[in-house]
């Protein structure tokens, strides 16, 4: 049972194992604070998402599982939008058009396929947790290699007097800004995918 | 015959039950999103009125970029405008606010509402942003090229051109826009 929840977060992780949610996870991955942000919507969708197509597996015929699955990832997604834009507006703005394509994120949709028509909606919540923390941090990891190089800074959300800020010295007046473009996403992506491999293959040695 | 009323059935009531829920979602959270809206707006004109008296909103539907203008009075005489202007994004509209005097010189500016790329165009959001054209117009030139611009500025917009010439270009048209209102 804790296998389906620990799986999503090194063994199948979906960015770097999987290889799904590029795009979002690519695009958002210029700063910590948005991969935070693009994270939690996930986690809350692919919950959402998992549960009820859990819950309904019985009651969708197989013709239009897929539309139906579409519906209910859209119908999540639209209550983020809405929720985040009302509650936290500044995570909104800077979130900007990602949030909407958490619809067409491939791990979502593949989550329901893969996963949560075929199991109950304990393995479905496990394996929602397990596979959006995985992303979150999959996405974290990227965005901090992008911003340390990139920017030269640690955005996090401010707090009292912490304005949310670390300026890394040494880098931030003169950062490498390929690091923050989509060329150096891809690189990064690259670079720790093939990380991700190697240790992969070592332990399969053992 | 019947399987299909059967599926379509069932489609139907998963796209009903969603669309209810929808509606509730978004009668709670619309009022807080239009509240927070006003206050922005409101955020941002008192921000570029400069401590000057802020006029009436008057629209403009001219077909051009300009939508709508606020004077901004000193002592009943109209020194200057926040003139509201669309210009052209990467991703949809740019609608910025620029305070500019009646000579055309800008004297601030903030981009309200936009799509841009977070880290890229999302980055014109920031009050540092506009330093680039602060200042410019009535007799210096509002910069929408890069080679108009300070090495460093030309650097600091690396991956975003679309929405700084975007903005560059909307800032001028609000410029001539404020010199042929003149001081009326």
């Not at chain 1, 795009?23 to 919950?47: D, E, Q």
């Not at chain 1, 949030?99 to 491939?106: E, K, W």
């Not at chain 2, 917009?157 to 009326?184: C, D, Q, R, V």
Request: charged fraction near 15%; include cysteine.
């Amino acid at each position: 049972m804790l296998k389906d929840f620990t799986k999503g977060i090194i063994k199948e992780n979906p960015v770097f194992i999987i290889v799904l949610g590029l795009c979002p996870a690519l695009g958002v991955s210029t700063k910590v604070v948005n991969s935070i942000g693009m994270g939690a919507g996930v986690i809350f969708v692919l919950l959402g998402s998992n549960i009820f197509v859990s819950l309904l597996k019985d009651f969708i015929p197989e013709k239009i599982r897929i539309p139906s699955y579409i519906v209910i990832i859209a119908s999540f997604v639209t209550v983020v939008e809405m929720v985040m834009e009302a509650f936290i507006p500044a995570l909104y703005d800077s979130l900007g058009v990602f949030v909407p394509l958490i619809v067409v994120n491939c791990i979502i949709l593949g989550r329901a396929e893969a996963f949560a028509n075929k199991n109950t909606v304990k393995s479905s919540i496990l394996d929602a947790l397990g596979m959006g923390i995985g992303f979150t941090l999959a996405l974290m990891l990227i965005s901090l290699v992008r911003e340390v190089f990139g920017l030269g800074t640690i955005t996090l959300f401010p707090i009292g007097n912490f304005s949310g800020v670390i300026e890394i010295p040494g880098i931030s007046n003169a950062p490498v800004r390929v690091f923050g473009l989509a060329a150096g996403a891809l690189l990064v992506m690259g670079f720790l995918k093939a990380l991700f491999n190697w240790v992969g293959e070592l332990r399969r040695v053992k | 015959m019947k399987e299909i009323f059967k599926t379509g059935a069932k489609l139907a009531v998963i796209c009903a039950v969603a669309a209810i829920s929808l509606g509730i979602v978004n009668a709670v959270t619309d009022p807080i999103i239009i509240a927070a809206r006003a206050a922005r707006l409101n955020a941002a004109l008192q921000k570029l009125s400069l401590g000057f008296e802020i006029g009436e909103l008057v629209a403009v539907d001219d077909g051009s970029a300009v939508t709508g203008y606020y004077p901004l009075t000193d002592a009943g005489n109209i020194i200057a405008y926040i003139i509201k202007v669309i210009g052209a994004g990467y991703a949809d509209d740019l609608n910025l606010l620029s305070a500019i005097s009646i000579k055309g010189k800008i004297l601030s500016a903030v981009l309200m509402e936009n799509s841009e790329t977070p880290g890229l165009g999302k980055e014109a959001e920031n009050a540092s942003y506009m330093e680039m054209f602060t200042g410019k117009g009535d007799g210096s030139v509002i910069p929408f090229r890069k080679s108009q611009l300070e090495h460093d500025d030309a650097d600091s917009i690396t991956g975003a051109s679309i929405t700084f010439i975007g903005i560059g270009k909307a800032l001028n048209k609000a410029s001539e826009f404020a010199i042929n209102l003149g001081g009326m």
